[in-house]
């Protein structure tokens, strides 16, 4: 099999998508079923709908079991892969990896619940990666969830250059498996891809932007009582004499 060489001039966006059923689990004791689906695939079109405006992007992959998301992919220009789609986060975005490896496309990698992402932001991650000189060499450029835990955007060249292992706090963890493959790694922090959601107190958080995107409309309109029951549930929920908060 051949292997183009990879430039940080080609750069594809690899998006994971669970799909339909079984996403936002997290979010369970705040939204029930349906309400988790919808604001699965509300976030999920957001996302593609910024990355189909980024024009420093030549391609946006999505990885996906779920014929709803894949269709939702297609409107928006997106192609779609099925390939290792339901391995988890982690599996889904080495498939599409070795993809654009093939291809010589570099990669970046984000999650479909960044409610707050902007064209901007992308093009931002992209910038520093071109600034610190990937073309060419291969390079690691990853912008942190704003706890500093989770990794929302990974751009990479060439498209494997790093083993990515997601999880729980996988932000530090990246950034010693770029080291260990001899690549000092960028950072940048970008508040619009900073902000994810994955627990309730997140949802709080995005509910008090009034965010003007189908996610924003879906959460406005899950009601008027709805912020006060969050409330409710996090008060609960916080350790006994701290205040409800991350
Ligand atoms: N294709 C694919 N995408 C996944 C898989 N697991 C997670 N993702 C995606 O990876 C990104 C980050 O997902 P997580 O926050 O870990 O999972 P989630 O379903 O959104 O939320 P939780 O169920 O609360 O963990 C989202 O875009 C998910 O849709 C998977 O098995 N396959
Ligand atoms: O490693 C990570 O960044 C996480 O797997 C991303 O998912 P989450 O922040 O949505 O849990």
New binding site residues.
């Given amino acids: 099999m051949s292997i183009a060489p990879a430039s940080a001039d080609r750069i594809c966006a690899v998006?994971?998508?669970?799909?339909v059923v079984?996403?936002?689990?997290?979010?369970?004791a705040a939204l029930d079923a349906d309400q988790?689906s919808a604001l699965?695939m509300a976030?999920?079109e957001d996302?593609l709908e910024v990355l189909a405006a980024v024009p420093e992007l030549f391609r946006v992959l999505?990885?996906?079991?779920?014929a709803t998301?894949a269709a939702l992919a297609s409107k928006y220009g997106a192609e779609v892969t099925?390939a290792?789609?339901?391995?988890?986060?982690t599996?889904?975005?080495t498939g599409g990896a070795r993809r654009l490896v093939r291809e010589g496309f570099s990669m970046i990698t984000?999650?479909?619940?960044l409610p707050l992402l902007a064209p901007a932001d992308v093009s931002r991650v992209i910038a520093a990666h071109r600034a610190a000189g990937a073309d060419g060499h291969p390079g690691f450029t990853i912008a942190p969830a704003r706890d500093f835990q989770?990794s929302n955007a990974i751009l990479m060249t060439p498209a494997d250059a790093v083993p990515l292992r997601?999880?729980s706090n996988s932000f530090y963890p990246h950034l010693d498996a770029a080291r260990a493959q001899g690549i000092e790694p960028t950072v940048v922090e970008v508040p619009g891809i900073g902000f994810?959601?994955?627990?309730p107190q997140d949802l709080a958080d995005f509910l008090i932007t009034t965010a003007q995107t189908r996610a924003g409309r879906l959460v406005a309109d899950f009601g008027p009582d709805f912020s006060a029951r969050l409330a409710a549930h996090l008060e609960r929920a916080a350790p006994a004499g701290m205040e409800a908060g991350r």
């Fill in positions: 998006v994971p998508i669970k799909g079984g996403a936002k689990q997290r979010l369970a988790r699965a976030m999920a996302v999505v990885v996906t079991a779920d998301v099925d290792q789609a339901s391995e988890g986060h599996g889904a975005v984000l999650p479909g619940d989770g997601f999880g994810d959601i994955d627990e």
